[in-house]
């Protein structure tokens, strides 16, 4: 469980990452010489397939994890 939630988190971050990283760096190279370069932010489809894959792997980790404290409390019931 622990590490497909890990994974899918990894997946989410590395979306948002690629999204928002060319718009920071340019804004960074605008205050740094002063110059006015257009923010672009860019999403490519390896990217959208990217954020589902870590949709779906998030979701069946929380699922994982409900069953699993679904059979724990199935154990305590006699």
Avoid at 8 to 20: K, N, S
Avoid at 26 to 37: A, G, H
Avoid at 51 to 71: C, E, F, P, T
């Amino acid at each position: 469980m622990r590490c497909f939630t890990w994974l899918g988190g990894v997946l989410l971050l590395q979306f948002v990452i690629t999204a928002i990283y060319p718009a920071l760096l340019v804004t960074l190279i605008n205050t740094i010489t002063s110059d006015e370069l257009t923010r672009i932010i860019f999403i490519s489809d390896t990217d959208i397939i990217g954020l589902l894959a870590g949709l779906i792997i998030y979701v069946i980790a929380w699922v994982m994890k409900q069953a699993h404290q679904l059979q724990q409390e199935q154990e305590l019931v006699i």
